[in-house]
């Protein structure tokens, strides 16, 4: 397992930009990716993102393609996601996870941040 800690979320208006972090303390992350993942009100938790944290291959949803760019800077155990074009149906509570092998699921989460997009 690892901490992850989250921070960046807020308030923004349609249209608007945030940038959210995604730090790993404790140890150097050498897993095998990282991802955010999003819940908003009386939906499920859906992942949106993920990157392959050695080779920095990337996977979006469809919603957030051309919108949302996630990256990583492993110097810093650190993994972003920079939101932009932002929509009032991006609101909800954003969630990092990271997943230590290819087999078995996202297994360490962070505590989550809100982002709530007013239109």
């Known amino acids: 397992q690892v901490q992850l800690v989250e921070s960046g979320g807020g308030l923004v208006q349609a249209g608007g930009s945030l940038r959210l972090s995604c730090a790993a303390s404790?140890?150097?992350?050498?897993?095998?990716?990282m991802g955010w993942f999003r819940q908003a009100p009386g939906k499920e938790r859906e992942l949106i993102a993920r990157?392959?944290?050695?080779?920095?291959?990337?996977y979006y949803v469809d919603s957030v393609k051309g919108r949302f760019t996630i990256s990583r800077v492993i110097a810093k155990n650190t993994m972003y996601l920079q939101m932009n074009s932002l929509k009032p149906e991006d609101t909800a509570v954003y969630y990092c996870a990271a997943k230590m092998a290819v087999r078995g699921d996202f297994g360490s989460w962070g505590q989550g941040t809100q982002v709530t997009v007013s239109s």
């Open positions: 404790g140890r150097t992350f050498n897993g095998y990716a």
């Open positions: 990157v392959m944290w050695s080779s920095g291959l990337t």
